[in-house]
């Protein structure tokens, strides 16, 4: 294993809290993207509990090429009804049977797609739903998706990277990305708000700008013009709250496209919450991170974590592993950065390479024994299946009270 721990000052790769531009973004939680995310992380998390009940090993299966393809609403002036379905397509790959014995694939999957659904989605009930299945068992081993017995799975006894890959995680939090998640907590609090929130932080030394998408959810306002008064009476409130806590100016923009003229439907106006109603369709892989924000700063990895197999996936395993260091390491030195290289069929506690960045003074070896300790782990699989990453909205008390902390 090659460590290599990054100067504190000099040449490295600054933290996202030392630079004098911040930019952090959050898609909420029915974002297409992160509704996308979700089905195929829980879908894994119900089909691993299910093989691990009947078969007492993780099956292989990696569900990360879910996609979700926007239904169509029909509107009135201040409602709608579906006029074509919300679509959602498994892909990937997945094992059918074991010992010779079926198992339940689609029903799991589409159960974990309508709870999902259900959870994120406020006017789900409004929602016309269809869902495909469009995942194989293919394969050049034979038993690698109809496993005869646990000895067809390789990773059983001995956990190993399926690929190579590069993986990263960082922490604590920064504080522009307590701002973006407590934006969207913010606005979602409201009856009249759906679940897709957008919100971009930008933080300029001392000068924040934090850019906000709420859409109205049929039912609860009926004039634009009373939506617009809702939208900026919440900004307003944010707006105070965010100038006790942060040091410069604060500006909370909401919905710079929107009007107070013509029907609320002309506004950003939802059944569901959703842009899913307008045919928006989303993907694994191309929204949140695992920390739940995109945080261009922090460095990323190559891999999407969301519905990869949580038994031995690089992508869901080690980026659990490079999470958990993280967290150790800013335990004890504050921010840093941890980077992770492993190889295809390296053990986890073997990667290639690892790069340790913090931005206070580490006594030689201490962080690098914090790290290798780390990846010495194989408890992950509880953590994993508890829905660790799977998005949610956070407490507005929890993120105000870290902002407080956090200005100290």
Known sequence: MSIATQPVSGQRTPLPHELAVEIVERKGVGHP???????????????????????????????????????RAAFTDTDGTYDRPLRVVFGGRISTSFAGRKLPVREILEQAAIERLRATLPGFDRVRLEIRHETTDSSKFPHWFAPRSLDDLPEWTRAFSNDTAYLVGSGPRTVAESVALLAEAWFRRHAWAGSDIKALVVRRGESWTVTVCVPALAGQLVTSAEFDDAVTASARELTAELEQRLPGRVDVVCNTRGSRTGPISGQYFTLSGSAIDYGEDGLVGRGNARTGLISGAHLSGNEATFGKNPAYHVGKVGGWLADEAARAVAAEFGPCRIGVLWRNGATYDQPASVEITTSEPAPPGEAEELVRATLARTDWMEDLLSGRYLARIEPVEELLASLTQAAG
């Open 33 to 71: 993207d992160t509704l996308a995310d979700g089905i195929a992380e829980l879908a894994s998390i119900r089909y691993s509990q299910h093989c691990l009940d009947t078969a007492g090993a993780v099956l292989h299966h990696n569900l990360d090429k879910v996609a979700v393809l926007g239904g």
